[in-house]
């Protein structure tokens, strides 16, 4: 049983294009996140949600739209993509967001912007 | 905002010696600071974490040890081993920010076989 799924697990598209990352977990947790790792490998939060409520939203271009139907999933949805958009991208979840704990990360979706 | 600083960005180690990664963190009021290991083209994965409250904590051949004072923290990984070899990395959040880590830069470990 896979934890936290991401799909697509890679993504190659044009410049200018709307795409979505879709992301699941079954493991009962409350908070759900996005991170971002560019080509260095620098990990940062772009997201996070608790019980459908987004509660952390760092300085993200508002191209970035975050959805949570419910707490079990947490999509995310880039408008008029760039190349500097060109990363992997994390989901990740953990128990209880103000308890500070393990983050069980998805496996990365590579998106490729030409 | 908190910031981490990680060094070396880069370590490489026979087998069988050990590595030391060294964390600084800006925020006094960090409490949690946990290491995630990330081998290629893998998510991240705690390998050991450590909370404000304890100056050092162990997990067979890998430790880490807490400065509050100093704000600094550092991952110990003895005996090296092949399966060691991945990108480490540190991170620091407050209890009260909804568990937002920050990281580290990261760090590139080899182990030479």
């Known amino acids: 049983d896979t934890a936290v799924s991401q799909t697509p697990k890679y993504l190659v598209t044009q410049m200018g294009n709307d795409k979505s990352i879709k992301c699941e977990q079954n493991l009962g947790h409350d908070t759900m996140y996005w991170y971002k790792q560019d080509s260095k490998k620098f990990l940062k939060i772009m997201f996070s949600?608790?019980?459908?409520?987004?509660?952390i939203n760092e300085t993200v271009p508002n191209r970035f739209s975050p959805k949570s139907p419910d707490k079990a999933h947490l999509n995310l949805h880039i408008n008029s993509l760039e190349l500097g958009d060109s990363a992997v991208y994390f989901c990740?979840?953990?128990?209880?967001?103000?308890?500070?704990?393990?983050?069980?990360f998805g496996e990365g979706s590579r998106l490729t912007v030409l | 905002g908190e910031n981490v600083e990680q060094h070396p960005s880069t370590l490489s180690v026979q087998e069988g010696d050990s590595a030391v990664i060294k964390c600084t963190y800006s925020?006094?009021?960090?409490?949690?600071f946990p290491w995630y290991k990330q081998e290629l083209g893998k998510r991240p994965q705690l390998i050991i974490d450590?909370?404000?409250?304890?100056g050092e904590k162990k997990d067979q051949r890998i430790a880490v040890t807490l400065n509050k004072t100093a704000k600094h923290f550092s991952l110990h990984i003895t005996e090296t081993q092949p399966e060691d070899s991945a990108v480490y990395f540190c991170a620091a959040s407050i209890q009260a920010a909804g568990n937002k880590l920050t990281f580290g830069g990261g760090t590139r470990v080899l182990v030479k076989p």
């Open positions: 925020d006094s009021a960090s409490n949690y």
């Open positions: 949600y608790n019980n459908k409520e987004l509660i």
């Open positions: 990740a979840s953990s128990p209880r967001t103000g308890l500070t704990g393990e983050l069980f």
């Open positions: 450590i909370r404000s409250n304890v």
